[in-house]
């Protein structure tokens, strides 16, 4: 799904962030900097080509790795690994266009443009700008809710992984996913509390290498499963007919480009990596090279991890590789996947959620610059650290985030059918459609010139396929509903 529109989040503090975020943004910018500041006068960035790559691969490696076995088994040998293949260019390539918008004019000295919407608002301006804020913070509102859903799955099959291991598989397990939905939200009103992007460095680190180990894991079983059956499962077309029927491979084909989609998408929130990286060299150079690390790192395990799932199981593959039950044993080493999983959301859902938290932190700064409740922050000292900075404002505004995000997904549980959605919604206009015409508008390509034609055509073709996927996804939801009964 790819995951809006975010707000400065590279200060040190939130009370500096309060104190001059709105005049900087208008502050005229200064080449060179100081050994302190940056050439905006705020604090020296101190980002790499490894902190942004550590960011895109957290929010990227995600869930949407564990639905791809269920991804191919819908599209089969043939389409399966080719349409990841062309996801994995076209994510690539926007993004490249992306990182060139990070400064306006001078990708050197141009101003700097500190969130998505403020590249779009630059770039486009006018009514794209609203809509581009609309799309944006949509997406990263479902982006969570997608992420307390995946989390939850993963506690729950920790859970009946060892009933069916203490009861020899005689026992069906059932188990609720709510009360996990409810601890997952817990521990995230507690990060959420962490101020700053720049601040969650360690934690997408963390999150970085628990993405490794339970995608490592996943992607052996497979092999396992593969030795195992002493063959490759699975068909050139995919799912066959009698399995399911012809309208449900329809839909179910189109739903599985949304889950592919989903699983690569980190446009979003490129730009608020990009504003935490050093220079020199440019920033855009930088973060070029992290997007080929990250999309290279990140498309070779979903090639491994979806093509190995999908040769174990082949109809027959799960929705979630790690929670479908395709696996039993052994199930300690499923539980440490699991686990791996929950930690990796944890950090993940804060890597979406940091800049969404900034810019309204931010709107309401500007909104009422004398509100002691918004602007006013409280040193509450922490034994052995630095003191903490409370923010009431900030206290209850993302604790009722994180708790509305749980209602919902307590609401609607469907890990493939949201994961389709979050993809096909946000894929065209934040991955493709927006990179695509601030890249045209920022380098004056002439219209109608091959380069603007053939930047159109792409634009147009991801559209088919958004809408595409966002029909089947929307399909399945409808299907589940009939069944699901809520809180259950």
């Known amino acids: 799904m790819g995951d809006i529109n975010m707000a400065n989040a590279t200060a040190a503090t939130k009370n500096q962030q309060f104190q001059y975020d709105h005049s900087l943004d208008v502050m005229p910018q200064q080449q060179g900097g100081s050994k302190c500041f940056d050439d905006d006068g705020r604090l020296k960035r101190t980002g790499t080509v490894w902190t942004a790559s550590a960011h895109i691969i957290t929010a990227v490696i995600g869930s949407g790795v564990l639905s791809l076995a269920w991804a191919i088994a819908q599209l089969g040998w ?20 992306l990182a060139d918008c990070y400064r306006t004019g001078d990708n050197v000295t141009g101003k700097r443009n500190y969130t998505y919407m403020d590249a779009v608002s630059t770039n486009l301006g006018g009514s794209k700008t609203k809509l581009c804020g609309i799309i944006q913070y949509i997406n990263l509102f479902g982006v969570a809710i997608g992420y307390t859903i995946a989390a939850s799955i993963s506690m729950v099959a920790v859970k009946r992984s060892n009933c069916f291991h203490a009861s020899d598989h005689d026992s069906p397990c059932l188990t609720s996913s709510t009360p996990f939905m409810i601890i997952f939200g817990v521990s995230e009103i507690i990060f959420s509390q962490i101020p700053d992007f720049d601040q969650i460095s360690w934690l997408s680190m963390v999150a970085a290498v628990m993405s490794f180990t339970y995608s490592g894991i996943g992607m052996g079983l497979g092999i396992a499963k593969v030795a195992e059956n002493g063959k490759f499962r699975g068909s050139l077309t995919g799912i066959s007919i009698g399995t399911v029927t012809q309208t449900q491979k329809i839909w179910r084909s189109l739903q599985a480009l949304g889950n592919i989609a989903f699983a ?24 070029k090279k992290a997007s080929l690390v990250s999309v290279s790192t990140t498309t070779i395990f979903y090639m491994l991890c979806g093509c190995m799932g999908y040769a174990a199981f082949g109809d027959m593959a799960p929705g979630n590789l790690l929670t479908g039950f395709g696996f039993y044993n052994p199930y300690w080493l499923l539980d440490i996947a699991n686990v791996a999983i929950v930690i990796h959301l944890v950090g993940a859902y804060q890597v979406y959620c940091q800049p969404l938290f900034a810019f309204i932190e931010k709107w309401a700064a ?6 002691d409740f918004i602007n006013k922050n409280f040193r509450v000292p922490i034994p052995g650290c630095c003191p903490y900075n409370l923010n009431l404002f900030r206290l209850v505004w993302r604790t009722v985030f994180v708790i509305l995000t749980t209602v919902i997904s307590m609401l609607l549980p469907f890990f493939n059918d949201v994961v389709g959605i979050l993809g096909a919604f946000g894929f065209w206009p934040l991955t493709v459609y927006f990179p695509v015409e601030m890249y045209i508008s920022q380098k004056k390509i002439p219209k ?9 055509i792409l634009s147009a073709a991801c559209l088919v396929i958004s809408i595409a996927a966002a029909a089947g996804s929307v399909a399945g939801v409808v299907t589940d509903l009939k069944v699901y009964r809520p809180f259950v």
């Open 366 to 371: 500007t909104k009422w610059p004398k509100s």
């Open 78 to 97: 043939i389409a399966g690994p080719t349409v990841m293949f062309l996801f994995a260019f076209v994510i690539y390539y926007t993004s490249c266009l």
């Open 264 to 287: 690569y998408s980190y446009s979003i929130i490129l730009i608020e990596i990009q504003d935490t990286l050093k220079s020199p060299p440019s920033e855009s150079k930088t973060m």
């Open 448 to 456: 109608w010139s091959s380069k603007w034609l053939c930047l159109q």
